[in-house]
């Protein structure tokens, strides 16, 4: 059964994650939206998704582009969880995974870092 939380304490646990993240790093984030959507039509399981040109594949070329995404599906990690400190942790560790996809970061390398 799917813990029960409103919109807005789920966004504001989302800014919870990205709080998380290191001061330098956060200073090195540009162009990226952060959203928060019930769930992925393709994967409705699929609990974030980074969507854009990482870091570490940017050129010159990249100038003018879109903002990069990070969508953090709302409705598959209230299903997932158990109680409510169960969200929070898949909050933080699904916010922080889709933003080190933006700084380059494979998924193998987060399994092994502990952000899979």
Known sequence: ????????????????????IPEEL?????????????R????PHLL????GIALTERDSHYGGSLPDTVTIYRDAILE???DEDEV??????TVI???AHYFGIEEERLHQLGWG
Do not use: K
Not at 26 to 38: M, Q, R, W
């Open 1 to 20: 059964m799917a813990v029960a939380m409103s919109p807005d304490r789920f966004e504001e646990l989302v800014g919870d994650g990205l709080d998380l």
């Open 26 to 38: 956060t200073a090195a984030i540009d162009n990226v939206v952060v959203l928060v959507e019930p």
């Open 40 to 43: 992925n039509d393709d994967d």
């Open 48 to 51: 974030g998704l980074y969507e």
């Open 80 to 82: 997932m969880c158990a």
């Open 88 to 93: 929070v942790h898949e909050v933080a560790v």
């Open 97 to 99: 995974h889709e933003i």
